[in-house]
């Protein structure tokens, strides 16, 4: 025998489990939408980087070897003009002690003259007439002149050499 209170208990139940199937139903429709974006968006994200590995990186790797030849060329360029510093500080060094030499000899020879200053008038007047005296003196003056010249060229040398690794590293800097 069943009862009033037994049917309405069983229809309560099948209700129940009916409204839970339709809530389980709606939840797994929702992770389905959710999945669907998620695999959507992974979708996207792979045609992104198929595109790339077809064209994108292409362009990329052209990039990269002319960044890598600019690089190359730099370092050439640098190897260059630290080889061309050396040689000129090697051909500065060589006649800074050329200069060096030639001052020391006047040096010596301006000392000679102020001993010869001490000395008794008769000793200076065979000092002063003394033709190898007279000679030592010409080549003194030829030699003072020619320092003053070397000088003046080297510095108007090394002012154009300057000039023209300004402008070389203007043009490669331009580049």
Do not use: P
Not at 122 to 136: A, T, Y
């Amino acid at each position: 025998v069943v009862t009033r209170d037994d049917v309405e208990e069983s229809l309560k139940e099948v209700f129940q489990f009916v409204k839970d199937q339709e809530q389980l139903l709606q939840d797994l429709r929702s992770q389905i939408e959710e999945t669907k974006k998620i695999i959507a968006e992974k979708q996207r994200e792979r045609d992104y980087w198929l595109e790339y590995k077809n064209v994108g990186s292409k362009i990329h790797d052209e990039k990269i070897s002319s960044l890598e030849k600019d690089i190359t060329e730099v370092k050439c360029e640098l190897e260059r003009t630290e080889e061309y510093y050396r040689e000129a500080l090697k051909v500065v060094r060589e006649e800074n002690q050329k200069l060096f030499d030639r001052h020391m000899k006047l040096l010596s020879e301006e000392a000679l003259k102020n001993a010869v200053g001490y000395l008794d008038k008769h000793c200076r007047r065979e000092i002063e007439e003394n033709e190898w005296l007279k000679e030592e003196v010409k080549i003194y003056r030829k030699g003072h002149s020619d320092l003053e010249a070397s000088v003046q060229l080297l510095e108007e040398e090394n002012t154009s050499l300057v000039a023209k690794l300004i402008d070389i590293k203007l043009q490669r800097l331009s580049v």
